[in-house]
């Protein structure tokens, strides 16, 4: 791995750590601190999300058309403003624009770093989105095991260690990766050469990945709303329910490395990688039908955690595989934007469901999305497939 690389996990690490001293705090400041209802809480999500949403399709475009440094530059900027001015007033409505504001700047900042890690270590392949989605989880991980405990002294100190986290992060990136456009100069250079679209049936390829990936982040997301209120509703505590977060992080980072053993073992490809999830993913619905005690949503967990390790590095890979030349921030953007969407809608569809018709209405509701996002996968893998072929017979036909 390149010393750049190194230095970017890491900054990956104290980005997240940041992050995570705001977004699972946001809910609970809102409903406790602020005394809005849980109605006008999921309004303000909504919009927390949307605005990361916009911010990897714009960041992805940046990365492509100025580089890495203005993206992450402009992103950490926003973010600052949005935190700054937050820390002088909490209020109600200060405290919604500007969580909005910071969600922007991260967006901005999340596609130009998994570009930039394909740009500057092309040879890791899947191996670099692996350590840049565990660097994630560990910042996460580490992030929020402390966040509560910080809160619980004073919400401005935990926003102000937000704070300092992301500058830290942007000075890490400064100094030891060094940022420059030199690969947007390169990529500009090639691009004269190349399509300016690229084949249909990738395009089409891309989009169906991209469909199955929103549809699995729709699913991942109903832990945190109607499956979280029916493990309470089991008797599992509050404290007890943090512990599957708190498994889940630490399944991810030390399991990683014995996952890849698996995969280069058994499973050769990104399709076999991503088909494995998908099947695992299934399989941890399916057994949330019979679940009832701590032990049983704990495995369910663990299954969908195995599931995630398997999806979630693959396609950003994928991805960078399918990118046209100087179009990689553009794909990194739109795969950050379909985990945004996943989370902005997926809580408010498996509201309505839960309070409508039930639980077992949502995870029936769930298999069926899984399967209908495992076929859409399964076809985009078929179509890409056929343009290699295609390109194979024409470069003989040319021969």
């Known amino acids: 791995m390149p010393n750049k690389v190194k230095w970017l996990v890491i900054a990956m690490v104290i980005f997240l750590m940041g992050l995570s001293f705001l977004w699972p705090l946001n809910s609970i400041y809102l409903h406790n601190e602020l005394g809005k209802s849980m109605y006008v809480t999921g309004i303000v999500l909504v919009f927390f999300n949307l605005t990361n949403l916009i911010g990897n399709f714009v960041g992805g475009w940046m990365f492509d058309k100025f580089g890495s440094k203005k993206a992450i530059s402009i992103g950490v900027t926003i973010s600052t403003i949005g935190l700054i001015s937050m820390l002088i007033d909490k209020g109600w409505p200060n405290f919604a624009v500007n969580i909005a504001v910071i969600s922007l ?11 930039l890690a394909a740009v500057i270590w092309p040879e890791g392949g899947r191996k670099t989105f692996n350590y840049m ?8 991980a580490a992030g ?9 002294i004073s919400f401005t100190y935990a926003y102000a260690a937000n704070l300092a986290l992301f500058l830290l992060f942007y000075v890490i990136m400064i100094t030891k990766v060094n940022m420059s456009s030199e690969h947007k100069k390169e990529n500009k250079q090639s691009v004269k050469g190349f399509a300016e679209r690229p084949a249909t049936n990738l395009l089409v390829s891309f989009t169906l990945l991209n469909f199955g990936y929103l549809l699995c982040w729709f699913a991942y997301v109903q832990w945190q709303t109607p499956i979280a209120t029916e493990v309470i509703k089991n008797g599992v505590s509050l404290s007890e329910y943090s512990l599957f977060w708190t498994m889940n992080g630490i399944v991810i980072v030390v399991g990683q490395p014995i996952l890849n053993k698996v995969i280069e073992k058994w499973l050769h490809s990104n399709k076999s990688q991503i088909y494995a999830g998908y099947v695992v993913f299934i399989l941890s619905v399916l057994y949330l039908f019979t679940a009832s005690s701590f032990k049983d949503f704990m495995f369910a967990m663990f299954l969908m955690t195995v599931a995630e390790m398997l999806i979630w590095p693959a396609i950003p890979a994928i991805a960078d595989k399918l990118a046209p030349v100087g179009q990689t921030g553009k794909y990194q953007g739109i795969v950050g934007a379909m985990s945004s969407a996943g989370r902005m809608f997926g809580p408010v569809v498996g509201g309505v469901i839960y309070d409508s018709k039930g639980i077992d209405a949502v995870y029936t509701f769930l298999v069926g999305l899984l399967i209908f996002g495992f076929l859409s996968v399964i076809l985009s ?3 890409s497939e056929r343009h290699i072929k295609q390109v194979q017979i024409a470069e003989t036909t040319t021969a």
Do not use: C, Q, R
């Open 381 to 383: 893998f078929k179509l």
């Open 144 to 152: 929020s095991s402390v966040a509560g405990i910080i809160a619980d």
């Open 105 to 115: 700047g991260t967006g901005l900042v999340f596609p130009a770093m998994y570009a």
């Open 133 to 140: 989605y565990v660097a994630a989880n560990l910042g996460v």
